[in-house]
């Protein structure tokens, strides 16, 4: 390709695809992380060795999270597109990926936080809760604060998993970098655009690595 089919394929092609992977994967990323911490602090208070341990809440979440989790993304694309046209009207196109991606992430995040919650010092906790502490009050003042640098940390793992399944999402009419590298790229022969696609999507993995690793950095100080 010359510099100027290149240009053109930028404003035509690649760019759209990159606004659409952007919107896919920030709205995806905070739903799953609403949704995930939601959950983590379930599994958290009825585990084992929670608030109030409940090991049939705790065993149901654990096996659907479980359950979730096994799912090939491609495959759970293509299973819930019933689903996704109940839920947004459509079954194609970046929004009805948003169902599929967050089903994925949200499970993904639910397990990373719970792992996050875990790290936070069993004595501190029973020492808060015998000053007469709610179990609110021990959720919110401390132990989400105390596990915040480890779920900014996972937020950035999740995210950039969240990332390579809005790839693969291309696949079956998502739209995003994904599409723009099937469509454009393999189908039609052009490496240019192929690799290109693939080398943006390096350079965005780094800039979230990079971010996730600025901001863990600056809560840990």
């Given amino acids: 390709m010359s510099w100027q089919e290149w240009q053109n394929a930028w404003d ?8 659409s992977t952007f919107y896919m994967v920030l709205i995806a990323t905070l739903l799953s992380s ?3 911490l939601l959950l983590a602090i379930v599994l958290t208070v009825t585990g084992k060795n929670g608030l109030h341990p409940n090991r049939l809440v705790y065993g149901i979440l654990d096996f659907i999270v479980n359950i979730l989790r096994s799912f090939p993304f491609i495959i759970l694309a293509v299973a819930i597109i019933p689903l996704s046209r109940i839920l947004v009207g459509t079954s194609i196109g970046e929004v009805a990926a948003l169902v599929p991606l967050t089903l994925v992430g949200s499970p993904l995040m639910a397990r990373l936080f719970e792992g996050s919650f875990a790290t ?8 808060i809760r015998s000053f007469g502490a709610s179990d609110l009050q021990i959720i919110l003042k401390i132990i989400i604060p105390e596990a915040l640098p480890s779920l900014v940390f996972n937020v950035t793992l999740a995210m950039i998993s969240i990332l390579g399944c809005t790839a693969m999402a291309g696949a079956v009419g998502a739209g995003g970098l994904g599409a723009v590298a099937i469509t454009y790229g393999y189908q039609d022969f052009n490496d240019t655009i192929m690799y290109g696609t693939v080398i943006i999507l390096v350079v965005i993995v780094q800039i979230i690595q990079f971010i996730g690793n600025a901001v863990h950095k600056a809560l840990v100080r």
């Avoid at 936070?120 to 020492?127: M, P, Q, S, T, W």
């Fill in 12 to 19: 035509r092609i690649i760019l759209p695809g990159l606004g």
């Fill in 34 to 36: 609403v949704i995930g």
């Fill in 120 to 127: 936070v010092d069993k004595d501190l906790i029973a020492a």
